[in-house]
């Protein structure tokens, strides 16, 4: 069954620095998500991306953080100096948009099986 | 914006009782989702529900939708062990393809 896959699975890194999560989303889908969940809390949006742009951002997706295609597998979160309070799980999730025009889609989203990123 | 709120945010449970996880939006959603996620793992989607009395069970969970009180109901019936996990639910409004997650109910079933 296809899945959605991340790497790394585990990323520690030193405050200011910048790290790339990377996810390769189901192969047929259209849509590409990355939501975040700090230890024990809830699951949080960042950003949606579809057809090669950011559709929708939360208030958390400030200017540290961007996404990127960069080829047609891989979907990346860039986070440019990251912060202690980055650290969290990053999720990477993937939908496809079916149904017909003019019924409701369905946008089921796939999620992978994260990246722990500890900001030291 | 879309609020999500579930309760309980615990729930102990003994094997072979029955339960109810509530989860209640703030605004119109056109869509309500289920996950299941067990510590130290990703979200394992459950249920997705797209209309008003729309109902959908799974082997001991039954999920279903009153979009007009605006809540979301999840039932487990005669728990067993292995449904211990956190249940989130979430939804969708606006046509936006973001997902607002509530805070999540932590369940765990005694023998």
């Known amino acids: 069954e296809p899945e959605v896959t991340q790497t790394p699975s585990h990323q520690v890194t030193q405050m200011g620095q910048e790290v790339i999560l990377r996810c390769v989303p189901i192969s047929n889908h259209l849509y590409f998500y990355w939501y975040r969940q700090i230890l024990g809390q809830k699951v949080e949006f960042l950003v949606s991306f579809y057809n090669n742009e950011i559709s929708e951002k939360s208030e958390i997706f400030d200017d540290q953080f961007s996404v990127e295609r960069p080829d047609g597998s891989n979907f990346t979160l860039k986070i440019r100096s990251t912060k202690l309070e980055d650290s969290a799980m990053y999720f990477c999730?993937?939908?496809?948009?079916?149904?017909?025009?003019?019924?409701?889609?369905?946008?089921?989203?796939?999620f992978g099986p994260g990246t722990r990123l500890t900001v030291l | 914006e879309l609020k999500v709120e579930q309760n309980p945010l615990f729930l102990s449970m003994q094997e072979g009782k029955n339960y109810t996880i509530y989860c209640n939006y703030s605004t119109t959603s056109d869509r309500l989702y289920w996950y299941r996620q067990d510590p130290g793992k990703s979200l394992e989607s459950l249920f997705v529900l797209l209309s008003n009395g729309a109902v959908k069970q799974e082997g001991r969970l039954m999920a279903s939708l009153d979009t007009k009180a605006r809540l979301s109901t999840l039932h487990i019936t005669a728990a067993v062990h292995d449904l211990s996990a956190t249940y989130f639910c979430a939804g969708r409004w606006g046509g936006n393809n973001d997902m607002r997650f509530g805070a999540g109910t932590r369940l765990t079933v005694k023998p």
């Open positions: 999730a993937s939908s496809e948009e079916v149904g017909l025009a003019g019924e409701a889609s369905y946008n089921e989203q796939f």
